[in-house]
């Protein structure tokens, strides 16, 4: 006897394909946290992850990233349903960056949450997607107070003739104005000194005295000194 079609036949629902996106400010810093409690999440809810887009070394304030690009080409193939990052500053510092992107990504039908806090721009969660312009405009405002502190304690360093930046380079830049004076190149003696040749024409420079030359207007001829004949 033949099955009847079942009258409600159950929805077919595609997979998630979940990008995640991590950054740091620093290569001296690492992402194993953020990906590890992403992959957490997108593991928990049954997602597919669709790749990991990883910037190192890159500051939030900067709108072009390398994986950064690459996650928004990929967003407008089509390629991912959803973008997971820890926390909103990881994916920008700026409003003006962050209210763009957010912005296409909203037009490209694609998700965007930062797991940590609580934000997802999805059509059902309007207080998530109003927090987003509020936390951007916080992370913003903070950068710019870090910035201005760090203004005014260069200033306050500088004031009290602390030196700030490079460090100066230890040599003999006696022996440079020596080695100089006997003709000896710029090449040379920075290769006998271990330094660069800037460096040694600068130290020699500051060292050397300032020639004085007498000056001559253009087009003045300067003519001989008259001498005087003596009458016998």
């Not at 590890?36 to 990991?52: D, F, I, T």
């Not at 962050?98 to 997802?120: F, K, M, P, Y």
């Not at 927090?131 to 500088?158: P, T």
């Not at 380079?169 to 000194?193: P, Y």
Request: contains cysteine.
């Amino acid at each position: 006897m033949a099955s009847r079609p079942d009258p409600h036949p159950k929805a077919t629902i595609a997979p998630v394909n979940v990008a995640i996106y991590a950054r740091v400010s620093t290569s001296d810093q690492t992402c194993a946290l953020q990906l590890r409690e992403l992959r957490s999440y997108v593991k928990a809810r049954g997602w597919k992850l669709a790749g990991e887009y990883v910037d190192t070394g890159w500051s939030g304030a900067k709108a072009s990233r390398p994986q950064l690009d690459r996650l928004m080409g990929d967003a407008r193939n089509r390629k991912v349903d959803c973008i997971c990052v820890w926390k909103l500053d990881r994916w920008g510092r700026s409003v003006a960056n962050l209210v763009g992107s957010l912005n296409e990504l909203h037009a490209l039908g694609v998700r965007w949450i930062a797991t940590t806090q609580g934000l997802d721009t999805d059509e059902s969660s309007p207080v998530g997607r109003l927090l987003v312009h509020i936390l951007a405009s916080v992370a913003e405002f903070e950068r710019a107070l870090a910035q201005e502190r760090i203004k005014s304690g260069l200033a306050a360093a500088a004031a009290k003739g602390v030196h700030c930046g490079r460090p100066h380079k230890v040599f003999h830049r006696d022996r440079a104005v020596e080695l100089r004076a006997q003709g000896t190149s710029w090449r040379a003696i920075a290769r006998e000194l271990g330094v660069p040749q800037a460096t040694v024409r600068r130290a020699v420079s500051s060292d050397a005295p300032t020639p004085r030359h007498s000056r001559v207007s253009k087009g003045r001829k300067i003519q001989p000194a008259k001498t005087t004949q003596k009458k016998h």
